[in-house]
T-cell receptor, first 115, second 116 residues
Framework: KAGVTQTPRYLIKTRGQQVTLSCSPISGHRSVSWYQQTPGQGLQFLFEYFSETQRNKGNFPGRFSGRQFSNSRSEMNVSTLELGDSALYLC??????????????FGPGTRLTVT | AQKVTQAQTEISVVEKEDVTLDCVYETRDTTYYLFWYKQPPSGELVFLIRRNSFDEQNEISGRYSWNFQKSTSSFNFTITASQVVDSAVYFCALRSVTGANSKLTFGKGITLSVRP
């Protein structure tokens, strides 16, 4: 089975621009979560989607948004980029049985640099 | 709110030494799951183990073993006979089943360096 894929792997943007990151989950996985990883704050949860609906959201400003498509693929968008948005953005997928908490499998991440 | 504390930030050992990575968690939920992930230099987080709050049995998988103690809210990870390939950042994480805490909360991570 192919793993979680994320595109692009690297991105350089300028302050004020917007960016869209893409994630394709493992085949059969229905839940997708997004995380931001920075040296200062560590790994922080952004949001989780299941069946095209946002199940949970972390403490990030409204500039961060996401969505999930009917094929479980997901995108996240960051508008009006700030220097502090420079980070590794990780996507994770899980089966989501609805009965217990499944482990999440992570993609390689998108390294976003804002200049 | 839930919290995961990994008090050790960096550990350096010589190959073949045993090493224990500590994890202490806080939650008010009665049903929750604990995880360990490994992040090698390539950056991709690799799932190692999941344990639910009702299963306090220790687990061993090859050179890896985990000790879950609900009484002390700890979920420690031991690598026996460490190898250079074990060098990575290790994260402990917590997730409840429902509500606002039904999201993965990670500790800050422990950087393990195994020297030949």
């Amino acid at each position: 089975k192919a793993g979680v894929t994320q595109t692009p792997r690297y991105l350089i943007k300028t302050r004020g621009q917007q960016v869209t990151l893409s994630c394709s989950p493992i085949s059969g996985h229905r839940s997708v979560s997004w995380y931001q990883q920075t040296p200062g704050q560590g790994l922080q949860f952004l949001f989780e989607y299941f069946s095209e609906t946002q199940r949970n959201k972390g403490n990030f400003p409204g500039r961060f948004s996401g969505r999930q498509f009917s094929n479980s693929r997901s995108e996240m968008n960051v508008s009006t980029l700030e220097l502090g948005d420079s980070a590794l953005y990780l996507c994770a997928s899980s089966y989501f049985s609805g009965i217990y908490v499944d482990e999440q499998y992570f993609g390689p991440g998108t390294r976003l640099t804002v200049t | 709110a839930q919290k995961v504390t990994q008090a050790q930030t960096e550990i350096s050992v010589v190959e073949k030494e045993d090493v224990t990575l500590d994890c202490v968690y806080e939650t008010r939920d009665t049903t929750y799951y604990l995880f360990w992930y490994k992040q090698p230099p390539s950056g991709e987080l690799v799932f190692l183990i999941r344990r639910n709050s009702f299963d306090e049995q220790n687990e061993i998988s090859g050179r890896y073993s985990w000790n879950f103690q609900k009484s002390t809210s700890s979920f420690n990870f031991t690598i026996t006979a460490s190898q250079v390939v074990d060098s990575a950042v290790y994260f402990c994480a917590l997730r409840s089943v429902t509500g606002a805490n039904s999201k993965l909360t990670f500790g800050k991570g422990i950087t393990l360096s195994v020297r030949p």
